[in-house]
């Protein structure tokens, strides 16, 4: 087992018919549907290095009850194929995760109308081609296993699937918003069941890290809600109004020092420092700005090091020895 994948097709029992038919405007019978069992995402590291948390996979399993199947996670309601009536955790007897973990699946069963239009993907699930799932949800939190700081609110130097000191970095995914859909799809995120995961970026706690490692953990296409795009379109307007003042900050900060520059050393070409600063961090120009201003206002130009210390001599000319 390699992905998240359609287990089996299953003669449903009276529980699950009541249980699809709860979802359903007319009573359908066994005769005209098609249902199956699917693994869906489990707490294995996946390839991006990240992680369910089992507490996730239980909340999980409440938000998937009564979601569409569709393909590749398109958003157009005319690629709803299926729907999940039954969830469940199961934990598999003698399996770890990669990180020393008990191996939890979260399973569920889901129905197709047995309809023309429908039986190629039936006839495809049957014959083991169409399998292999994907799931699209929203969390809230990402731990860094190397330092426990939650990368939605803190920017973290440890990069998943690096070692630091023997132990390699990943995160670990929880507090689950909400869950949107599983998909058939080629090549899943988990190496168990595969993943796309999907981050609300909120006004107040939006980052780029979020924005870059969310859009780096999708291998193919990306599908974004309007609300998610406008989000994101927002923040990088914040950020370009950010990045206009930092950008005229500095610019007077050089002009300032090199303006000090010109009073502390007169003999200095002005034409020089100036290119020199335009290179300059706004660190270092800082740094020579406190120190022009110190010697401003010293009125101490001289540069030199400081003389060693010597035994008083009665010769006046000592003074000016080499």
Known sequence: MTVGYVEKSISPKNTDLEKINSFTRSDFNEDSLYVFSVALCNNDIDRDY?????????????????????????????????????????????????????????KAKAYMVKSDENMPLITDIEAGIKKEVSVSCSLAKSTCSICGCDKRSVVCEHIGGHEYKGKTAYSVLSD??????????????????????????KKEDANMTDIINTLKSCNSSVTLSKIQADEILNHIDSLNEEAVLGREYKKNLTNEVVGLCAKAMPDMDLNIFSGVAQVMTTKELLSFKKAFLKTNASGDISLQLKPEKSQKSNNVHSNYKI
């Open 50 to 106: 990240e992680k369910f948390s089992v507490q996730a996979l239980e909340q999980l399993k409440e938000k998937f009850l009564g979601k569409t199947g569709i393909f590749d996670h398109s958003m157009r309601a005319t690629d709803q194929k299926a729907r999940i009536f039954d969830t469940w955790l199961e934990k598999v007897e003698g399996k770890k995760t990669a990180d020393g973990e008990d191996f939890y699946q979260l």
């Open 176 to 201: 689950v918003k909400d869950a949107y859909e599983f998909s058939f799809v080629a090549v899943p995120a988990q190496r168990e069941a595969g993943v796309t995961k999907s981050f609300n970026f």
